[in-house]
Each structure stands twice: as structure tokens, then as C-alpha cells.
């Protein structure tokens, strides 16, 4: 992994309490993207030698690859539709991700050696956000319930070909991510009433939901050992802070005290690194932070 997140980044404006108290200059620090528009959701490979992000520098949204060791970006998709929340499948060599391309948000398979493009599953569901269980068997997905009119979380399980539902809550649910483990699910519910967006974890097969309702939370993210979430809330700071809790809601901390606005913290997959984006003139940036001080 290159030496430029082996160190201490220097960012003023973001202080990262757990490492070592010190202020973090961005203007000093290695930013990944550097192109204008918004970088957003990044996600690292099972080796953690990559960042899967989405990226809105050419009008609309496209996929785009940042290659650690190399220092550069892979563009992924170049087309006129949006291709959006990219998530790698386990074996590092594929990626899925949904798109609009036929009119209706579907979830896509696209194979990164021969670029061949295909449905994750054939149903006629309208589907966004992937997440893969670490076996492969269960993607977790947001779906849209057209008898309730509202975004639930679902799973499809490839063996059978089982589609199964697994909300059934007031307003919209969405981007639901499965833990390292496959034991729970954490997804975001839209309330309509304060707090606006709740995390919600869940087990793998919908049941025994644990809700956590005394603020706003969402961009949640797995730690390596699926005992801990981070995740983005604005209940000491308007514009967001990364915090991090056990799945019981237990340990709560709150690891930034920031003027920036903070988005989509993702943990890599050793536990040592954390992907964030910050809210910079231009649009969203995505900057790597170590956690091994934390």
C-alpha cells in the first residue's frame, strides 16, 4: 500500500480525536480523486488494494476504479445513463452496481476482464444499492414495493432463486450493508419526523431489528470484525461527524469535530484504513485515513 497513508495526515478543520489529537490539512494530504464533480460511495476490494467510487465529473454518474498501488484511476463506465452504489463481488473480479439504463433503476453484474455487462437476477423489481453476503449466496438490495409505494430492503438468494422481503416499516428503507459475518444487515430508514434518518440492524434473514431513534444517522459502515458500525450523524454538528458504536448501540464515540461536511465512511476489509468523503469547492473528494491509532 503506498507510504501516503502510512502516516499521519495533516487536515485543518477535521480533528480526528483518536489520532493523536492532531488537526488534518487537506491541502498537505493525498486526495485520490482530484478532477471536479462529486466522488462518492467508495468501497474497497477484498484485498484492499482498490477503491470502487462513483463519480459525476462528466454530467452524470459513472464508475470509476482507484488503484492503490499504482496511484491511478480505471474509468469503468462511460455511458449516457447513471450507474450508481458499485459494490466489488467477492471474488475481486467482478462489480455490481444499479443503473437506469432501460428506463428502471435494475442492479448489473459487470465481469472487470471482459467487460461483459448482464442482470444481477431477472425480476421485475425496481432495485438500487447492492450489498453481498461474504459467500456470495445473499444480495441485499433497496427495493420498491409499488403496492406500498416505498423502498424496502430485500434479498435475493442465487441458489434458489429466492426473492424475499425483509422490511415492512414506515417510509422509505435504504442502503442496507451486510456485515463481514452475514449475521446482520444495517440499512437506513427515512422517518417523517425528527430524527429524519434512523439506522436500523437487523439479522440476515429480516428478523430481531434493534432501532436507534435519538438522531440522525446514516452512511453506515461495517468494521472488519462485524461488532462495530461507523457511520455519519449530525446530533453534536450540523454538517456531519464520523461516529462509531457497537451493533448494540453500546460504545458510542464520536471520532471527528468537523466544519466539513463528511459523507460514506468505509472501513477497508484488514480493519486499518478509513475511505471518506469531504465536502471540498469543487464537489465530494475521497481521502484515506488510517485507523490503526483508533
Not at 48 to 67: E, P, T, V
Request: proline share 4%.
Amino acid at each position: 500500500m503506498k507510504s501516503f497513508i502510512c502516516f499521519c495526515l495533516l487536515i485543518p478543520s477535521l480533528l480526528l480525536n483518536n489520532i493523536f489529537g492532531q488537526f488534518i490539512d487537506i491541502d498537505s494530504s493525498y486526495n485520490i480523486t482530484k478532477f471536479q464533480g462529486s466522488n462518492i460511495s467508495p468501497e474497497w476490494s477484498p484485498d484492499a488494494q482498490k477503491l470502487l467510487f462513483q463519480s459525476n465529473r462528466n454530467g452524470n454518474w459513472d464508475i470509476y476504479i482507484y488503484h492503490i498501488m499504482l496511484d491511478s484511476l480505471e474509468r469503468i463506465t462511460n455511458t449516457d445513463e447513471n450507474e450508481q452504489s458499485p459494490v466489488w463481488i467477492i471474488d475481486g473480479q467482478s462489480i455490481s452496481y444499479d443503473s437506469d439504463k432501460d428506463g428502471s433503476q435494475k442492479l448489473y453484474k459487470r465481469d472487470l476482464v471482459s467487460r461483459k455487462v448482464e442482470l444481477l437476477f431477472d425480476r421485475q423489481i425496481k432495485s438500487k444499492e447492492p450489498s453481498f453476503s461474504s459467500s456470495e449466496k445473499l444480495v441485499y438490495f433497496s427495493g420498491f414495493d409499488p403496492l406500498k409505494k416505498r423502498w424496502e430492503i430485500y434479498s435475493f438468494e442465487f441458489n434458489y432463486q429466492n426473492l424475499n422481503k425483509l422490511t415492512d416499516i414506515t417510509k422509505n428503507n435504504h442502503n442496507p450493508v451486510v456485515s463481514p459475518d452475514e449475521d446482520h444487515v444495517v440499512f437506513t430508514n427515512s422517518s417523517g419526523n425528527f430524527p429524519f434518518q434512523q439506522l436500523q440492524i437487523m439479522n440476515w434473514y429480516g428478523n430481531d431489528k434493534t432501532k436507534f431513534t435519538e438522531y440522525n444517522a446514516y452512511n453506515a459502515s461495517w468494521d472488519n470484525s462485524g461488532l462495530k458500525i461507523y457511520f455519519i450523524s449530525n446530533k453534536d454538528n450540523r454538517t456531519g461527524d464520523i461516529y462509531s458504536m457497537w451493533i448494540n448501540g453500546s460504545h458510542l464515540e464520536r471520532l471527528t469535530n468537523s466544519e466539513l461536511k463528511l459523507r460514506y465512511p468505509a472501513v477497508s476489509p484488514d480493519g486499518k484504513y478509513l475511505a471518506i468523503c469531504v465536502k471540498l469547492k469543487a464537489g465530494f473528494d475521497i481521502f484515506i485515513l488510517p485507523l490503526e491509532d483508533y
